[in-house]
């Protein structure tokens, strides 16, 4: 009787002991992830805080000033409602059209034509271009004197001269959106979107083909709804990088001409790394992240309104 007690005692004590072998092995694996998010993402994040309160420069003592950053901000800086205006200009044309041509790319791929494996290379590449080369490459193309694209618009419209693009303060940013548009369409976003229309189950289109239904109201009442998570994942995903661009504007541009393309990222850059206010940075990026922070939760809040996860009960 003892024996049998103790045979099932023993094989939970070594149940237990494989268990937090388990643990042990799985926190080893998790342990260069920590210490590279504790060093790259929490420590610099704890670090622009607390310089937000400061004056801090190069060669200035770390001084505590309160809100006097957050106050110049909003006050006394000129160019903050400058960057602030052009980010939010940026991201309300280039978002809905990276997305919408992502999709529409990704409908196109999903056809199952012949070739379709080498058109989506070809779609991509560009998203593989390293970005300031894309620039460069662009920059070329979208010259106003002897750029090929101006040279194709006097072709079709007998326009002299063309648009000046990144030369000029009202063409600079519909230039750096064909320019980011050129290698978005194509990206992250239109696989996204591939794998998501590739999980609809294809019994409900051969449901509305039965019931005579068009291809705007399959698209509308079954590809929509269904690959709504996707969509809604792609627009988090597309806003906090459209509010976050920089590489475009400040190889292309440095945010002219006239401030033309002066995003808010430039903005903190150049007052870091230009003007040595590293303090006034810090409080600009951390306005930034409250931003985000309070944007991405309002999407999350309206998502219940729009967006249809299967198997769930409304």
């Given at each position: 009787?003892?024996?049998?007690?103790?045979?099932?005692?023993?094989?939970?004590?070594?149940?237990?002991?494989?268990?937090?072998?388990?643990?042990?092995?799985?926190y080893?694996?998790l342990?260069?992830?920590?210490?590279?998010?504790?060093?790259?993402?929490?420590?610099?994040?704890?670090?622009?805080?607390?310089?937000?309160?400061?004056?801090?420069?190069?060669?200035?003592?770390?001084?505590?000033?309160?809100?006097?950053?957050f106050?110049?901000?909003?006050?006394?800086d000129?160019?903050?409602?400058?960057?602030?205006?052009?980010?939010?200009?940026?991201?309300?044309i280039?978002?809905?059209?990276s997305?919408v041509?992502a999709?529409?790319?990704?409908?196109?791929?999903?056809?199952?034509?012949?070739?379709?494996?080498?058109?989506?290379t070809?779609f991509?590449?560009p998203?593989?271009?390293?970005?300031?080369?894309?620039?460069?490459?662009w920059?070329?193309?979208?010259?106003?004197?002897?750029?090929?694209?101006?040279?194709?618009?006097?072709?079709?419209?007998?326009?002299?001269?063309?648009?000046?693009?990144?030369?000029?303060?009202?063409?600079?940013?519909?230039?750096?959106?064909?320019?980011?548009?050129?290698?978005a369409i194509?990206?992250?976003?239109?696989?996204?979107?591939?794998?998501?229309l590739?999980?609809?189950?294809?019994d409900?289109?051969?449901?509305?083909?039965?019931?005579?239904?068009?291809?705007?109201?399959?698209?509308?009442?079954?590809t929509?709804?269904?690959?709504?998570?996707?969509?809604?994942?792609n627009?988090?995903?597309?806003?906090?990088a459209?509010?976050?661009?920089?590489?475009?504007?400040?190889?292309?541009?440095?945010?002219?001409?006239?401030?033309?393309?002066?995003?808010y990222?430039?903005?903190i850059?150049?007052?870091?790394?230009?003007?040595?206010?590293?303090?006034?940075a810090?409080a600009?990026?951390?306005?930034?992240?409250?931003?985000?922070?309070?944007?991405?939760?309002?999407?999350?809040?309206?998502?219940?309104?729009?967006?249809?996860?299967?198997?769930?009960?409304?």
């Amino acid at each position: 009787m003892a024996q049998a007690v103790a045979r099932p005692a023993a094989a939970s004590r070594r149940r237990s002991g494989l268990a937090r072998q388990e643990a042990t092995f799985g926190y080893l694996f998790l342990l260069p992830w920590l210490i590279g998010l504790t060093v790259f993402v929490i420590g610099p994040m704890i670090g622009a805080f607390v310089l937000s309160f400061t004056p801090y420069s190069l060669g200035r003592p770390l001084t505590f000033n309160g809100g006097a950053n957050f106050v110049r901000a909003f006050t006394a800086d000129p160019q903050f409602y400058n960057a602030v205006g052009r980010t939010l200009n940026w991201a309300v044309i280039y978002v809905p059209l990276s997305i919408v041509g992502a999709l529409l790319t990704a409908m196109l791929l999903n056809q199952g034509l012949k070739g379709t494996n080498i058109f989506r290379t070809i779609f991509f590449m560009p998203h593989l271009v390293p970005i300031v080369a894309s620039v460069y490459i662009w920059t070329y193309l979208l010259n106003p004197k002897y750029g090929l694209v101006n040279e194709i618009l006097f072709r079709i419209t007998h326009v002299d001269p063309g648009p000046g693009w990144f030369a000029s303060k009202d063409w600079a940013l519909p230039g750096l959106i064909i320019l980011g548009l050129w290698a978005a369409i194509g990206g992250n976003q239109m696989l996204i979107f591939l794998a998501g229309l590739q999980g609809v189950p294809k019994d409900l289109y051969e449901v509305a083909d039965l019931d005579g239904a068009n291809g705007w109201q399959k698209f509308r009442n079954i590809t929509l709804p269904m690959i709504s998570p996707t969509v809604f994942f792609n627009l988090v995903l597309g806003i906090i990088a459209a509010l976050q661009t920089f590489s475009n504007a400040f190889v292309a541009t440095n945010g002219g001409p006239a401030y033309a393309t002066w995003f808010y990222s430039l903005h903190i850059y150049a007052s870091a790394f230009q003007f040595g206010e590293y303090g006034y940075a810090a409080a600009l990026a951390v306005i930034f992240f409250l931003v985000l922070v309070v944007l991405t939760t309002i999407q999350f809040q309206l998502q219940k309104r729009w967006v249809y996860y299967g198997g769930e009960v409304k």
